[in-house]
């Protein structure tokens, strides 16, 4: 299972990655729901990978890297404000 492990550190660094990219193009305020949004996706195609893999001890592990990320996507929404999520999707022309 140590190549899970050195799998899961892989993704995790590839999504801080990608945070630091969105960091300049998504607002600070956006920056939160975008993480989260990223994690989700990795999420989903982890286990459509998982779905995917015929040997069942990979499918297991494949399975169990996208619970985790579904679960550090989950507890980094508590972080999300619902100010944030309501400027998110607003038009940048209209007042607050």
Not at 23 to 51: E, H, K, M, Q, Y
Not at 56 to 77: C, E, K, N, Q, Y
């Amino acid at each position: 299972m140590a190549r899970g492990k050195e799998l899961f550190a892989g993704i995790l660094i590839v999504a801080l990655v990608a945070t630091v990219g969105i960091r300049n193009v998504v607002p600070a305020d956006a920056l939160a729901p975008a993480i989260v949004t990223l994690l989700f996706a990795v999420a989903a195609l982890t286990a459509g990978f998982a779905l995917l893999c015929r040997h069942d001890r990979f499918r297991i592990m494949w399975f169990d890297l996208a619970g985790s990320l579904t679960f550090i996507g989950v507890v980094l929404s508590i972080l999300i404000e619902p100010d944030q999520m309501v400027r998110l999707f607003a038009l940048s022309d209209q007042p607050e």
